[in-house]
């Protein structure tokens, strides 16, 4: 978690693999810094581009000729960019019913994941152009020379090989994704100033980390075909309900359990949960045996053996006369 901030540093609070609280500072980069990381930028040009990687300007063309890319969907991707922008503007305008605003809100939020799913294939492709894979040795370089120790000055990382082995540390990634905010400009909170997500927070339809919410403020899942709304638990996104109202008003992770999208009480495997199981019945109206599995089976021959032997142990004790003791001197012998 970042904490501290100014002008050129952000100090960043994580933690390593093995939970332990790691403090580095990143640094905005300066030109120096900027002309060293050329460097590794003209090397991985140089390498991608002899190693067969297309340019960012053939990237087009290239996926046409593999199928990835057609006239259908680029019209698709006009059609998405038109749709998000009349949807933004009708929430920026208000005067409509708010169930309407809500509808459209929502829409939203499908037409926006319809156009990042339509580019994700492209977004990963030109990340492995020239250009795309430079950028990221460039950036990586950056992080080397700008990820420093507490004192703000001594760089954590000693060379790119250190970083390759550490980079996937969280705290890493964390400084990393500073780094990238500071360079790029990047805003933390992005998805908050997305106009739909602005509207369902200002109205009570979503809580600060965007999820749906219903009018108790509990976390939700909408069924956009039936409109019904589902409670659920948000940290693995799974349908829950309550044994009591009052447990469900708290939110009582004690009073909580899993359902399905039905509505019936399942296990933490998805399982349906049965109380009171009864036998099938035959055709004459008696029950039918549950049937075991072989490795059932055997188990429960086994422990009717034990039990067997440890009763035969047991009568065995029983039966056998008990000797008698030494005398004590003080005891009358006859």
């Known amino acids: 978690m970042s904490d501290k901030k100014d002008k050129d540093f952000v100090e960043v609070n994580a933690k390593d693999k093995n939970d ?156 990393a994704s500073e780094l990238a905010s500071l360079i790029y400009e990047l805003d933390p909170n992005y998805d908050n100033t997305l106009e739909e997500n602005k509207f369902l927070k200002n109205y009570n339809f979503a809580n600060k980390e965007n999820e749906l919410i219903n009018s108790d403020g509990h976390a939700i899942f909408l069924d956009q075909e039936t409109g019904k709304e589902h409670l659920i638990e948000t940290e693995g996104m799974r349908f829950v309900a309550y044994r009591t109202e009052e447990g469900y008003q708290k939110q009582d992770e004690e009073d909580r359990y899993f359902v399905n999208k039905d509505g019936v009480e399942i296990d933490e495997d998805g399982n349906p949960v049965v109380d009171d199981f009864v036998p099938f019945l035959d055709d004459s109206g008696k029950p039918i045996p549950v049937p075991i599995s072989a490795e059932e089976a055997e188990k429960a021959a086994e422990e009717a053996e034990t039990a067997e032997e440890e009763a035969e142990t047991a009568e065995g004790e029983e039966t056998t006369p008990k000797k008698r003791g030494r005398p004590k001197k003080t005891e009358e012998v006859t």
């Open 20 to 175: 332990n609280d790691v403090t580095v500072w990143v640094k905005r980069p300066s030109t120096a810094e900027y002309k060293d990381s050329q460097i590794e930028y003209n090397k991985a040009f140089r390498e991608a581009l002899e190693g067969g990687a297309i340019l960012k300007k053939k990237l087009g063309e290239y996926m046409r000729s593999q199928g990835l890319w057609d006239d259908a969907k680029d019209s698709e991707e006009k059609k998405l960019l038109a749709a998000v922008a009349k949807e933004e503007g009708k929430l920026k305008k208000g005067g409509i019913p708010l169930e309407d605003a809500k509808e459209i809100a929502l829409d939203l939020r499908k037409t926006r994941a319809k156009f990042r799913t339509l580019i994700a294939e492209r977004t990963l492709l030109d990340s492995n152009t020239v250009e795309g894979q430079s950028d990221n040795a460039r950036f990586n370089a950056l992080v080397t020379l700008c990820v420093l120790d507490t004192d703000k000055v001594t760089p954590v990382f000693e060379d790119l090989a250190q970083y390759d082995k550490k980079g996937d540390e969280p705290w890493a990634i964390e400084a």
